[in-house]
């Protein structure tokens, strides 16, 4: 699942996205969470708008090669833009990059 949370900064706040896996049979059940951000404003139309440092999904297809991912996001509540990815690429960023409730269950024991 790709999300997005905010980090507030004494200035103002930042929107960001983040990356977690679930399980398809315990949807509720978070398999896999990662231990910071994927995607953050970057480009002048993500910073500059009606809502600055903002981006936040709004949907994504995943083409016929069943990797590539198209993620429309919204951009400081302004535009509405289009990113390219891999699916392979986030999971493997996310197993590097990611912590499980379990794995933070015995961090806190």
């Known amino acids: ?10 200035s ?12 398809l ?5 978070c398999l896999i969470r990662g231990d910071s951000w994927i995607f953050a404003p970057e480009t002048e139309y993500e910073h500059q708008g009606d809502v600055q440092d903002v981006v936040f999904p ?9 990797d590539t991912i198209n993620l429309y996001y919204g951009a ?5 833009a289009l990113a390219h990815g891999s699916v392979r690429s986030l999971l493997s960023w996310l197993d590097a990059n990611g912590h499980s409730d379990e794995q933070n269950d015995r961090r806190h024991k």
């Open 12 to 23: 103002s706040s930042i929107y960001r996205l983040g990356l977690a896996l679930f399980d």
């Open 1 to 10: 699942m790709i999300y997005h949370g905010v980090r507030r900064t004494p």
């Open 25 to 29: 049979q315990q949807p509720e059940k």
């Open 76 to 80: 400081a509540d302004s535009s509405i």
């Open 58 to 66: 709004c949907g994504y297809t995943i083409a016929a090669d069943g």
